[in-house]
């Protein structure tokens, strides 16, 4: 048997209702201003909540360090890709991008918790979640098979692929550690959402 078109599953580049994806978007990095204008302009400190490697006081830190960021100047670099891979992550659709987003935050901030050392004392950035959307694209195609999102990943991969080197230990005050667990997370995030595409059943010849 044929499966029905609307059965089938689509391997979209782009989100379905894309004009709803941009403004979750765009609130979203509203609260990164709004957490960065609050850190500037209080004597709160935010910065300080951050991920503390093996500190049971800095594990919190996991679900505030990617609203936290170094000064205007690192969340003015984070905004374009958080904004563009964000958008495009939500191709599968509102859910799934919840749930991709919620493995690379939480896996990808307990790896910097379990291997981040002390030449950091409190990790913060949303450059974490950005690498695992990256990588999150770049693998999804790969996954589920499908010519688009492949496209789609070279693309990506021409226009940002220099960020990948940020994997590798470098300046001592940037979390490398944070974009490599990350991007790690981004991956299994692929294969975990790619899986119920790839399974999907096949005609076969003959068959109606």
Do not use: K
């Not at 800095?58 to 360090?65: F, R, T, Y």
């Not at 990617?66 to 859910?95: D, S």
């Not at 496209?151 to 226009?159: E, P």
Request: glycine share 12%; net charge neutral.
């Amino acid at each position: 048997m044929v499966a029905p078109l609307s059965d089938r599953p689509v391997a979209r580049v782009i989100p379905p209702q894309p004009v709803a994806a941009a403004a979750t978007m765009l609130l979203f990095t509203a609260v990164l201003y709004l957490s960065e204008a609050i850190d500037q302009f209080t004597p709160l400190d935010l910065d300080d909540d951050g991920i503390r490697p093996w500190s049971l006081d800095g594990l919190d830190g996991i679900l505030w360090s990617p609203l936290l960021h170094g000064g205007w100047g690192h969340l003015f670099t984070n905004t374009l890709p958080f904004l563009v891979f964000g958008f495009l992550a939500m191709a599968g659709g509102i859910r799934q991008w919840l749930l991709v987003t919620a493995m690379i935050w939480i896996i990808g901030g307990a790896g910097v918790w379990l291997t981040g050392g002390s030449s950091i004392n409190s990790h913060i950035g949303a450059s974490g979640v950005i690498f695992g959307w990256l990588a999150f694209l770049l693998a999804r195609g790969f996954f589920a098979r499908s010519g688009r999102q492949i496209a789609l990943a070279a693309v990506l991969l021409f226009l940002w692929g220099g960020l990948l080197w940020g994997v590798l230990p470098g300046q001592a005050d940037i979390s490398w550690q944070a974009h490599l667990f990350g991007a790690l997370a981004g991956i299994l995030a692929a294969r975990v959402v790619a899986r119920p595409a790839r399974r999907a059943p096949r005609s076969l010849p003959g068959a109606s």
